[in-house]
């Protein structure tokens, strides 16, 4: 995986219509499963368990505190790089919040979790809503196409991916071991500041990575 975001990043800048589309398209899928995640009430990814745990202090919107956060990982990337960053992963981790923020302000979770009937089962001695369990499993796997989309477009990875890839670099570590050091490190962050951690975040660590490659190749053959 690291290797093929290396490569996708290496990419000239002279994007075509259909990587721009395939960009967009990924984005706002990806704000969409986050919302999901949201809805669920399961825990959300990583990123967002701290960027909502900012945004409840802080009370200036989703999008305004992705931005903080990127905008953070981009002064680490910067300082260790010394070379000016990307900004494309600036903008990807920017529109997903902003475009949370419009979903929220439209309520989306009517025509989802509020659409779905309320089926609860005891598992376990806990009582799941049926109906959320559906919607985060559905939102799992439309983040991991999102995933897929963006890459290949070539125009703007994750933040969180950006990071690895230098510590990849700089330490010889596995892309496995920064990524769950850098996501570890933001759902705590976020757990802290009152951020929704739950099965969902766990879920988004070790089940939405290994389904981008597959998603990729489905992408590269049919489409």
């Known amino acids: 995986m690291a290797k093929l975001l290396k490569d996708y990043m290496s990419e000239p800048l002279d994007w075509r219509r259909y990587q721009v589309f395939m960009y967009c398209v990924g984005i706002v899928l990806f704000s969409l499963g986050a919302k999901g995640f949201i809805d669920a009430k399961l825990g959300t990814d990583p990123l967002d368990v701290l960027v909502i745990g900012m945004n409840q202090h802080m009370g200036a919107g989703l999008g305004v505190c992705s931005s903080l956060v990127a905008v953070g990982f981009l002064a680490v990337w910067m300082a260790w790089n010394r070379k000016l960053p990307p900004l494309t992963p600036f903008v990807s981790t920017s529109a997903v919040g ?126």
């Open 98 to 223: 902003f475009l949370l923020d419009f979903w929220n302000a439209i309520h989306v979770e009517h025509y989802t979790i509020g659409a779905m009937p309320v089926i609860n089962a005891n598992i376990g001695g806990h009582l799941f809503n049926v109906s959320a369990v559906g919607l985060d499993v559905a939102s799992l796997l439309i983040c991991s196409y999102a995933s897929a989309l963006i890459i290949m477009s070539g125009i703007g990875i994750r933040i969180m991916d950006l990071v690895a890839i230098t510590m990849i670099e700089k330490w010889d570590w596995s892309f496995f071991a920064a990524k769950m050091t850098l996501e570890t490190g933001l759902f705590t962050s976020g757990w802290l500041l009152g951020g929704p951690m739950g099965i969902t975040t766990v879920l988004f660590l070790f089940l939405v990575g290994p389904f981008i490659q597959p998603f990729m190749w489905v992408n590269a053959k049919y489409i």
